[in-house]
Every structure is written in C-alpha cells, then in structure tokens.
C-alpha cells in the first residue's frame, strides 16, 4: 500500500490549505485513514481520522477549523485546513491503519505517507 501526499506549502495566519492523500488499495480496505502531525522537537500527534463508515474523530486543537473528507471514487482523503495558526506548523503525515482478521488470529498494518510540510507564518 502506498499513500501519496500533496497540498502542503506557506501561508498566512488565518489561512487556508487542502492536503490529499491518495491511497494505492480501496478506501474501504483501509479500517481508519487519517491525519497526523509532527513538529520540530514533539511528538507525533493525531489530527483527523475517518474510518471506512465515514466516522470522524479530530484532535481538540484543530475542532473547527479544519475537516477531513473523502472521495471514495479517487481514493482520496482531504484535510481541508482553515483559521491556520503558526502553532499549525508541522510536517502532515497521512496514515492508514489495516485490520485484517484471520484464522488464527488478527493482523494490524499501519501506513504512512511521506509527509508534507505545512508553515504558517504569523
């Protein structure tokens, strides 16, 4: 599986940005895709996510101002970014998580994209 990224750049505090991310398999083969975010010297961190239902989920800080969307026919997920802040800036990651049950016992697959780098400048 492979996940491809696009829509990252420089903007404006108060802005706004859309990153894709286009998945090689189904959007239905994949339980969760979603968002996360790392900036300079933290962890890691949850954005969005939607799972194959069209549930979504978004970390208190982004509640808002940004939304995750899907077109299922392009196996695309969106993160449509509005009210962008400097604390934004980080380097966006897509990711998709696999469950897939067997026999004998269930197998996890996580997928990252490569990353995109948003920067907001204040």
């Known amino acids: 599986v492979q996940l491809v990224e696009s829509g990252g750049g420089l903007v404006h505090s108060g802005g706004s940005l859309r990153l894709s991310c286009t998945t090689s398999?189904?959007?239905?083969?994949?339980?969760?895709m979603g968002w996360y975010r790392q900036a300079p010297g933290k962890e890691r961190e949850l954005v969005a996510s939607?799972?194959?239902?069209?549930?979504?989920n978004y970390a208190d800080s982004v509640k808002g101002r940004f939304a995750i969307s899907r077109d299922i026919a392009l196996k695309t997920v969106y993160l449509q970014m509005n009210s962008l802040k400097p604390e934004d800036t980080a380097v966006y990651y897509c990711?998709?998580?696999?469950?897939?049950?067997?026999?004998?016992?269930?197998?996890?697959?996580?997928?990252w994209g490569q990353g995109t780098q948003v920067t907001v400048s204040s």
């Open positions: 939607m799972t194959s239902g069209g549930t979504s």
């Open positions: 398999a189904s959007i239905f083969s994949h339980n969760v």
């Open positions: 990711h998709a998580h696999d469950v897939v049950p067997q026999i004998e016992r269930t197998f996890e697959f996580d997928y």
